[in-house]
């Protein structure tokens, strides 16, 4: 298991007096806003996105029976789902994936608050998602699409051919692809007739959004701390997998 972490040295680093650190502060303060409206706009354009009408009688499986799309929202008008890659037979879901849903337990109960349910949605059956999901301790709601369409139609699961052929579907470009399954997230809005529309998805470095340690990370000195382009999540493990303390750390010594 690798835990190997880079070394902060004051070598090369600038170390200045109090004054000149809050005057190169407020300076990155200033970028920081310019960040923060461009966010904000960017949501207004996201939420002004043109929508599609779901046409496909897409059913899933879940703890409590079979439920349609519709049902999934549980009298909500918003619907968010996250793509999580774990397909038929697998013995464990994907590590990266597994990053993303640590976050959700805590953020679930606020997204009620603002009209919105959360469910992950697997290509795996019921059983294996639940298996799994047992392990990893998770309260939310996990379902199966096994035998449906959904995985397919909203881009992140692949056939054999497509991946043999390098010519794979995936954040609205056709690429290669190692996998059969990929990450994503996608919303719906359900309207008073009981229609469902698609609203939004994102994939790739899009689903940082679920990632809420990354944010954390991004202020620290040694910031994320990857150092494999090709793979930047090598580092990523199953929060069960972990080492109870990584190398280094001052508490490594305690039980």
């Known amino acids: 298991m690798n835990t ?47 929508w599609v009408r779901i046409q496909k009688d897409y059913a899933f499986d879940t703890p409590e029976g079979r439920r349609t799309l519709a049902e999934l929202f549980e009298g909500r ?4 789902v996250q793509h999580f890659m774990l397909g038929p037979g697998w013995t464990e879901g994907c590590p990266s994936c597994s990053y993303m849903a640590d976050h959700l337990d805590g953020m679930q109960v606020h997204l009620m608050q603002r009209d919105v349910t959360l469910r992950v949605v697997s290509r795996a059956p019921l059983a294996e998602i639940e298996r799994f999901r047992a392990r990893m301790g998770w309260r939310f709601q996990w379902v199966s699409s096994h035998g449906s369409d959904f995985n397919r139609d909203f881009g992140v699961s692949f056939t054999q051919e497509e991946i043999a052929s390098g010519k794979v579907r995936y954040n609205y470009v056709t690429q290669a692809f190692p996998a059969e399954e990929a990450p994503g997230i996608s919303v719906f809005y359900k309207d008073d007739a009981d229609q469902v529309f698609h609203t939004y998805s994102t994939y790739g470095r899009g689903v940082e959004v679920m990632m809420g340690t990354y944010d954390l990370l991004d202020l620290t000195p040694k910031g994320r701390d990857e150092h494999n382009p090709g793979h930047t ?12 303390a990584a190398a280094g750390s001052c508490c490594a010594s305690h039980p």
Do not use: G, N
């Not at 409206?37 to 996105?49: F, G, T």
């Not at 999540?233 to 109870?244: I, N, Q, S």
């Open 4 to 50: 190997a972490t880079a070394e902060i040295s004051t070598t090369h680093h600038p170390v200045v007096s109090t004054d000149r650190w809050l005057a190169e502060r407020k300076l990155l303060l200033a970028r920081e806003k310019e960040i923060t409206r461009l966010r904000d706009q960017l949501a207004r354009e996201r939420r002004a996105l043109p």
């Open 77 to 80: 008008r918003q619907l968010l």
């Open 233 to 244: 999540m090598d580092w990523v493990r199953h929060h069960d997998r972990y080492e109870t």
